[in-house]
């Protein structure tokens, strides 16, 4: 909750390596490990911040020229270079190596990294929503001790997703008994996400993406705006889903298949009771940086929260190449008058 004069020397860091598993399960690594995002947040921060970078002239379209790597020496050299504030910009960990940083006074853009590993395990975190009574999907954990016996309580067809995922990597829309356990074997065999697999019943409604912002102060159409608890971004519907799920955003640009909801949708009692349910999630994980749950309808109407990201895509349309690269985020920032630099200065004030 910080005011821009008060803004200190801050760098980006992007994800160098894949995080550790987790009790036998495995958070896949995006390729690059959000360099491309963390370059549009770093070129987008030097209009208007003080931004540390590896080299002095960093060239517009490479992405490495503008975030260091989330590793200690990578860190270290950031903070050798002046940076006072670290923008975590990479998947967190218990053990992350920013750790031995912020236990020196170094401040961060982020997430608190033991919350992370905690809430990144769809088990632990819709087994929370739904201790104080938020609506999540049926679901049933499937693992190699129970692939001979598990038991569905809801009916086909369901989505069958990893326990920490990123995105929609490895989420599968499945018909039948015969391709839920045929999806189980081929996902088991390549081992890419662990012993373990979530599956959950489909949701046949509109699905819609909400961004949940921390309490903080903000500037918001030019007047500073204290913010004292969680608030939602206005939500964004996604259209053009492909088998059942919503495209992977490296596939398809979000802004082809995704729209702010209208002024009257917006208002509508089921919106705000959907943005207060979410709100409450933040809450319940302790968010300290933006975090986006995905909610879908079902065949009544009613909405359910079955994805909450901790470390929500950060992409903006910020360096000339990449202006169509607005994420889900960046595109319920508009509503309320935000560009994306004003989107990432926002997040900046917020530091820790």
Known sequence: MHKYEDLMKVAVVY??????????????????????????????L????????????????????????????????????????????????????????????ISVVGQNPENVEVYDDKIITNQLLSDYDLPVPDSVIITAENVGSYRLDFSFPVVAKPIRGRGSQGVTFVKTELQLRNTIAEMFSTKAYGDALYVEAYLPGQEVTITVMPPGN?????????????????????????????????????????????????????????????ERAAAL?????????????????????????????????????????????????RKIGWDFNDLVMNMLRQYW
């Open 285 to 333: 994980v302790g968010a300290k940086a933006p975090i986006r749950i995905d909610c879908r309808a079902n065949h009544d109407g009613k909405y359910f929260l079955f994805d909450l990201n901790m470390k929500p895509n950060m992409t903006g349309a910020s360096r000339p190449h990449r202006q169509d690269q607005d994420s889900l985020s960046a595109l319920a920032a």
């Open 15 to 44: 994800q160098a390596a894949p995080a550790p598993e987790v009790n036998g399960i495995l958070k896949p690594m995006k390729l690059g490990g959000y360099a491309d995002s963390g370059a549009d947040i770093a070129y987008a």
């Open 46 to 105: 030097r209009q208007q911040a003080d931004v540390i970078l590896p080299v002095e002239i960093p060239g517009i379209a490479q992405d490495l020229d503008w975030v260091f790597p989330d590793t200690r020496d990578g860190i270290q050299k950031a903070v050798n270079k002046g940076a006072e504030i670290i923008w975590l910009n990479t998947v967190l960990y218990s053990q992350h190596p920013i750790r031995e940083f912020m236990d020196k006074g």
């Open 218 to 278: 903000y500037q918001i159409n030019e007047k500073d705006v204290a913010k004292l608890n969680y608030w939602s971004l206005p939500p964004v519907r996604r259209f053009n889903h492909e088998n059942g799920i919503a495209p992977y955003n490296g596939t398809v640009a979000v802004i082809n298949n995704s729209e702010v909801l209208n002024d009257e949708e917006l208002r509508s009692e089921e919106m705000l009771q959907l943005c207060s349910f979410c």
